[in-house]
């Protein structure tokens, strides 16, 4: 799968939005005592949140919410379209072309750069009130891969549940708990037992914080 087969994958902005909130939740909870690979930041900058992953060995992907549209790039070092192919690095060939002047800034952001380079294998974008998802024309032969067949797959698959359970036990070598996965995806109020279903080490007045701070209820604002 590459880019192309992503846009007809991603749901529409709202729903990823809510699955990139549940998923930094999900993932903050499970991977206590360590640091999650997902991660969501409200008010990122003024009226924009970010979603982002990063694995630690050189993968990542950042989703922006812009009140212009949504930005969408990842970056596999391994793939086929990696900067690093080239000496001097450049992007595949279409990349960015096409990209939107209300979201072509997103491309030069300094979190997004490394040594003043916007690493990227993968881009996609959607402007608010647009009814599909796009991306620069670029071309694969047969066998060559940009990164979008596995890095966005928690947030495209059809049973969230599984997607995630799966990979939070290959992750942590554990079992986890699929009712309390559901219910975090399906934004049910956050309560205890959901959490320590979840990791029977985590603070749950920590998580509660996050999840609030996530627009998530949790048992005792309600209570």
Known sequence: MTVHHLLAALPGPDELRARC????LLDS??????APDHSYVAGWRPGVDLACMDNGSGDQYAIVFDPAGVFLYGFDHESDATPWREEDRAHWPGLLDGLPGSLAHYAQAP???????FDATVCAWRETGGADWRCGPV????GETDGADW?????TAADGTEA???YAEDYHERSVDREAVAAV???APLDRRTVSALSPTANFDTVAALARA???RTVREDS
């Open 111 to 117: 979190e997004f750069q490394l040594e003043g380079f």
């Open 29 to 34: 909870i499970v991977s206590v005592p360590y």
């Open 164 to 166: 995630f359970v799966g």
């Open 185 to 187: 995806l399906a934004a």
């Open 139 to 142: 071309e694969f032969a047969d």
């Open 214 to 216: 996530l627009g998530y």
């Open 21 to 24: 909130r549940a998923l930094a």
């Open 151 to 155: 890095l966005f797959d928690l947030l």
